[in-house]
């Protein structure tokens, strides 16, 4: 987990944010660094999480966070863990038009999206994997895939926002990861302003914009909403970002050691 | 615990030997060489088994083609098994003509000579001599002379499958047919052979790499002209990184994306590993570029198992082709030259930059006089 992000956002192990959206989006770079962050976080406070990824094999979330210091395996032994694995599903159903459970203990399908291209079977897994347990994290590697699959902004819109009532029912936590090269269909609203719409927090990742360098990794802002009191602005925390091995490291702009 | 993608197993504990592959010595991932040494090592090492490489083509495809014959030469050299599946040309046009090793014969007479007794350093006899070229071990990496073909003999040892994609196989009826076809037609060639990851070691077969090589993939002859193409390519790539992910394979998928939206190319570099693209000279050429055929640019680097990725030195690369070598440098370009007088070996360009003044002598730009 990254402290310094944490310090950054005023978050802690016993101050988890709940009850909440968190978008991560990216703009020609990766950002999937964050979603290790929280999952380890998460697991750190003993809360129960549930993996949904579509993007990349549970092996390599493993194998990140085991730098983070926790143990995927483990909890997914334990129970902490759901790892729904959308990437053999999507494999299974693609060669065979059918599939059958991958990952999940009961019976059902998951046989979500490309049934009708919705993804309301997607959130009926979700939603049933997070019910009656509190303080849970749903973590959707990516949002974006989706859009790239064939499902249109209408349909993703509607995700979103039924994954904002379930956050907000349930008092879960939905992280999700948004890449922003995809350039929307004019006519239909699109759907990064409306996941920007639900979040709460949105920490958006960028590349210096003079370039590569190898000193300082990126520019990340650090936008919250606050629904509650009165106050009105909100600056947006803008950080130059260092990632390492086992860290990530947050510099305020100008003053990697790189440069002082 | 049935581990997909590879990672240094501890020595105690039978460790994966796999012939053509090194350990990377950033994130312990297993590695394949590509065929080119040079492009390996900018790549930190070779391309990850059970990732997807995308080539992005040039425009007039000469450098993508002889890439991928490099690729498939490798495959051969190092033993591995090799899968190509085409729409455009029969296959068997890209196999028959692959390039014909050249340091082959030259290590193998090298290490005879070296059979003289060392009495001091006995312990070094029987490690590999030390080569200055960027490869380093000569058992991974290979060089390659095109201008003479492989024999026909070593192609055959190996594992050689190949699908051509013509119109007389019968898709069947749906949207994207000819991509699900060739899928499911390599995930047959996988299942149940030693390219499987399984929890048990059936102990008969042995363990070796596929090498699946997908050339002018999302042409327009695999795409015809339906409107919803780049769903079709996205979950065909998604599908396939699925399947990598499980099996012992490195994908190399070649792609003309200049026939794309840049979104849609945007889409496709997300769904695949590594992606670099080759930008060939062609036509009048900047002088500064003399000795090169073309530009490299890396456009993704994988980052599989691990927070951080390899990151080469520097991005401004450049290739050359050589008839024995395949060469990719860091390019420097020249500093800007203004009022520093000619230079050895920069008058030449400055020539080319700014003509000639009428007097005969090469025009400085002055602009300051003192």
Redesign the interface.
């Known amino acids: 987990m990254f402290e310094e992000l944490n310090n950054i956002a005023g978050w802690s192990l016993k101050n988890l944010p709940t009850n909440k959206m968190i978008l991560i989006s990216d703009w020609?770079t990766?950002a999937s660094?964050l979603l290790?962050h929280f999952l380890a976080f998460y697991l750190k406070a003993n809360s129960k999480v549930v993996l949904a990824h579509?993007?990349?094999?549970?092996?390599?979330y493993n194998?990140?966070c085991s730098?983070?210091g926790v143990n995927l395996?483990r909890s997914r032994n334990n129970g902490d863990l759901i790892a729904l694995n959308l990437?053999?599903a999507?494999?299974q159903q693609?060669?065979e038009g059918s599939c059958e459970n991958l990952s999940l203990d009961s019976e059902e399908c998951l046989n979500f999206l490309f049934g009708d291209n919705s993804l309301k079977h997607l959130f009926k897994v979700l939603k049933r994997c997070v019910e009656n347990t509190k303080d849970a994290l749903i973590i959707l590697d990516d949002v974006?895939?989706f859009l790239?699959?064939?499902v249109s902004q209408k349909d993703l819109n509607y995700f979103v926002h039924y994954m904002d009532v379930l956050c907000k029912s349930n008092n879960c936590t939905f992280v999700t990861l948004f890449?922003q090269?995809?350039?929307p269909n004019i006519s239909e609203p699109s759907p990064y302003l409306c996941c920007q719409l639900y979040a709460s927090y949105e920490i958006e990742v960028k590349g210096l914009e003079s370039g590569?360098s190898?000193d300082v990794h990126g520019v990340l802002t650090l936008k919250t909403k606050e629904t509650e009191g009165i106050k009105t602005y909100q600056p947006h925390k803008v950080m130059h970002y260092r990632?390492?091995?086992?860290s990530l490291q947050l510099l305020a702009p100008g003053t990697s050691s790189a440069v002082l | 615990m049935k581990k997909v993608t590879f990672t240094k197993r501890p020595a105690k504990g039978g460790a994966v030997q796999v012939h053509g592959t090194v350990v990377s010595l950033h994130n312990g991932l297993l590695l394949v060489s590509t065929g080119i040494p040079s492009l390996d090592s900018v790549l930190g090492g070779g391309v990850p088994l059970g990732s997807v490489f995308l080539l992005e083509e040039d425009v007039h495809t000469r450098f993508s083609t002889l890439l991928t014959k490099y690729f498939l030469a490798e495959g051969v050299t190092s033993g591995h098994g090799l899968y190509v599946a085409s729409a455009n040309a029969n296959p068997d046009v890209l196999l028959n003509a692959l390039p014909k090793p050249t340091s082959m014969s030259s290590t193998r007479s090298s290490q005879q000579k070296n059979d003289n007794d060392m009495k001091i350093a006995f312990m070094y006899k029987d490690l590999p001599k030390n080569q200055s070229s960027l490869s380093g071990v000569s058992r991974y990496g290979h060089y390659y002379d095109i201008s003479c073909n492989m024999d026909k003999s070593e192609v055959e040892k190996c594992d050689l499958k190949s699908l051509h994609l013509t119109d007389e196989i019968s898709y069947g009826e749906g949207k994207n047919d000819m991509f699900r076809y060739t899928l499911k037609h390599l995930k047959q060639c996988i299942n149940n052979s030693r390219y499987e990851m399984k929890q048990k070691n059936s102990g008969d077969q042995q363990l070796n790499v596929l090498r699946v090589v997908l050339p002018h993939f999302a042409s327009p002859l695999w795409c015809g002209d339906k409107p919803d193409n780049i769903h079709n390519i996205v979950r065909f790539l998604h599908c396939l990184r699925a399947v990598a992910r499980n099996s012992m394979i490195a994908c190399l998928v070649t792609i003309p994306t200049h026939l794309y939206h840049e979104n849609e190319v945007a889409m496709i570099r997300q769904l695949v590993d590594t992606s670099i693209e080759l930008e060939a000279f062609v036509g009048e050429k900047n002088p500064v570029f003399k000795q090169y055929h073309g530009l490299l640019k890396i456009h993704k680097l994988p980052r599989l198992n691990s927070l951080v990725n390899f990151v080469p030195d520097s991005f401004d690369l450049a290739f050359e082709l050589k008839r024995t070598k395949f060469i990719i440098e860091y390019m420097h370009l020249p500093p800007d030259i203004s009022e520093t007088a000619s230079r050895q070996g920069m008058d030449e360009t400055n020539d080319k930059l700014h003509p000639r003044s009428a007097c005969g002598g090469v025009s400085l730009n002055k602009k300051l006089d003192f």
Request: aromatic letters at 14%.
């Open positions: 020609n990766d660094f290790h579509a993007a990349q094999s549970f092996i390599h194998l990140a730098r983070l395996e990437l053999d999507s494999l693609y060669v974006t895939l790239g699959l064939g890449h090269n995809f350039a590569y190898k990632l390492t091995d086992r």
